[in-house]
Nanobody, 113 residues
Framework: QVQLVESGGGLVQAGGSLRLSCAASGNIFSFRTSPMGWYRQAPGKQRELVAV???????NYADSANGRFTISRDNAQNTVYLQMNSLKPEDTAVYYCWLAPIWGRGTLVTVSS
């Protein structure tokens, strides 16, 4: 019965920044001990990993995100964030929050050139 709700998507100009949030609710006893991630899916393409953060705070990034994006988690607020800087048009996609085995509904990020 865990639910993940993403927010913070929208339209942004290339070079700009955006911060995505994912709030977990319901039966979330596993939040503090589970890895969480952000994935994205562009039209006609498969869903791909953007960033992941473990329960211990270790982070990993896709090459396309490394150096521009930062994933973090606030266990007290049951929330994971994705700070996106220096956005490019190719970052345009629906971004999904993941807490195994739960997926959020996604939030659309559109980067204009």
């Amino acid at each position: 019965q865990v639910q993940l709700v993403e927010s913070g998507g929208g339209l942004v100009q290339a070079g700009g920044s955006l911060r995505l949030s994912c709030a977990a609710s319901g039966n979330i006893f596993s939040f503090r001990t589970s890895p969480m991630g952000w994935y994205r899916q562009a039209p006609g393409k498969q869903r791909e990993l953007v960033a992941v953060v473990t329960a211990g705070g270790n982070t990993n990034y896709a090459d396309s995100a490394n150096g521009r994006f930062t994933i973090s988690r606030d266990n007290a607020q049951n929330t994971v964030y994705l700070q996106m800087n220096s956005l490019k048009p190719e970052d345009t996609a629906v971004y999904y929050c993941w807490l195994a085995p739960i997926w959020g509904r996604g939030t659309l990020v559109t980067v204009s050139s």
